[in-house]
């Protein structure tokens, strides 16, 4: 658990993390990958894990 990339400052908040599908721990990662937004098949692919604390996306 390597947590050196959070950044503790100037967090977004947290209603806007969810309207924009951010982490909700750290409020920065993405919890969706958007790689290919011309190809529906990876459309709307989601992250296991948070791409900036590594917090994982349980549903
Ligand atoms: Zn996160």
New binding site residues.
Partial sequence: MCATKVHSHSKPSLLKSVLTNK?S??R??DLYQYHNPYNLKTFMKMNET?P??G?PFEI
Wanted: hydrophobic fraction near 10%; charged fraction near 10%.
């Fill in positions: 982490c721990h750290c920065r990662g948070c900036v604390c917090q």
